[in-house]
């Protein structure tokens, strides 16, 4: 399996964030597991966000539940991203992942992108 994030590499505060994964060599809708987005800002742990699952079924961080939205694109085998009002503390490399845990933060477990930078800045 293999995941391509993509997405704005700059956001400007009070904007949504939108990144969108890519998935090949797989099926976000067949492939049993949870499809995560996972950040980690500068000298920072990874954060766990949230996930949606083969069925469509969606769970979130409690931290960040209230500015996330995690949906999918069956047709082209994507998931989504959107994150609202976004801060300068949103800065972090964001990563899409797939794993039998929901709450995936170890790299070693599953299969991630390589990850995307995204800054918050004016």
């Known amino acids: 399996v293999q995941l391509q994030e993509s997405g704005p590499g700059l956001v400007k505060p009070s904007q949504t964030l939108h990144l969108t994964c890519t998935v090949s060599g797989g099926s976000i809708t067949t492939d049993h597991g949870y499809w995560s987005w996972v950040r980690q800002p500068p000298g920072k742990d990874l954060e766990w966000m949230g996930a949606i699952e083969s069925s469509g079924s969606v769970y979130y961080n409690p931290s960040l539940k209230s500015r996330t939205s995690i949906s999918r694109d069956t047709s082209k085998n994507q998931i989504t991203l959107r994150l609202s009002s976004v801060i300068p503390e949103d800065t972090a490399v964001y990563y899409c992942?797939?794993?039998?845990?929901?709450?995936?933060?170890?790299?070693?477990?599953?299969?991630w992108g390589q990850g995307t930078l995204v800054t918050v800045s004016p």
């Open positions: 992942a797939v794993a039998q845990t929901l709450e995936v933060v170890t790299r070693t477990e599953g299969y």
